[in-house]
T-cell receptor
Framework: NAGVTQTPKFQVLKTGQSMTLQCAQDMNHEYMSWYRQDPGMGLRLIHYSVGAGITDQGEVPNGYNVSRSTTEDFPLRLLSAAPSQTSVYFC????????????FGPGTRLTVT | DAKTTQPNSMESNEEEPVHLPCNHSTISGTDYIHWYRQLPSQGPEYVIHGLTSNVNNRMASLAIAEDRKSSTLILHRATLRDAAVYYCILRDVDNNDMRFGAGTRLTVKP
């Protein structure tokens, strides 16, 4: 199993540009989530999904969209990038229950200038 | 949502045990207590989790207070590779999301 994969690893955007961060998992996990981590801080939950076709907002959803058309993929869209969205983005997946561990991807480092 | 409180930082000597505390006084009866750690420039890594009883695995032990308002992650023999930020998180059974706090930065001295 590849586990949780994220692409790209690094990205530089100009203010106002849009882009999609890709996340895929091959463990047939129902639950997937996106976090951002600013320098020296803990992770903050952006959006999560408990299954295909179901998404919900986390702590910091503004400026981001998600969709879950398949179990495997959970892309994160930045609609109009802002410097405040400069961060490292982590995707995670798990079985859909609180008793299970989450598996995290390696992260995407995004810089918005 | 229930929150956790951890010390900002702790130090340990190599090959000695480390006890990392976490307070979660507003925990609900169905919240699971999860511990993750994050090594520099990496994504978080699962360490251990539990509900009511103490738990052991190859990485660590988790001691949960009888009233569940606090827990302690125990690394039995710290190594230099254990230097990381350790996060104590409550996972909600209703929506399964996990909210990270600031964590405890563990430094291991040789």
């Amino acid at each position: 199993n590849a586990g949780v994969t994220q692409t790209p690893k690094f990205q530089v955007l100009k203010t106002g540009q849009s882009m999609t961060l890709q996340c895929a998992q091959d463990m047939n996990h129902e639950y997937m989530s996106w976090y951002r981590q600013d320098p020296g801080m803990g992770l903050r939950l952006i959006h999560y999904s408990v299954g295909a076709g179901i998404t919900d907002q986390g702590e910091v959803p503004n400026g981001y969209n998600v969709s879950r058309s398949t179990t495997e993929d959970f892309p994160l869209r930045l609609l109009s990038a802002a410097p405040s969205q400069t961060s490292v983005y982590f995707c995670a997946s798990s079985e859909a229950a609180a008793s299970y561990e989450q598996y995290f991807g390696p992260g995407t480092r995004l810089t918005v200038t | 949502d229930a929150k956790t409180t951890q010390p900002n930082s702790m130090e340990s000597n190599e090959e000695e045990p480390v006890h990392l505390p976490c307070n979660h006084s507003t925990i609900s009866g169905t919240d699971y207590i999860h511990w993750y750690r994050q090594l520099p420039s990496q994504g978080p890594e699962y360490v251990i989790h539990g509900l009511t009883s103490n738990v052991n695995n190859r990485m660590a032990s988790l001691a949960i207070a009888e009233d569940r308002k606090s827990s302690t992650l125990i690394l039995h023999r710290a190594t230099l590779r254990d230097a990381a930020v350790y996060y104590c998180i409550l996972r909600d059974v209703d929506n399964n999301d996990m909210r990270f706090g600031a964590g405890t930065r563990l430094t291991v001295k040789p």
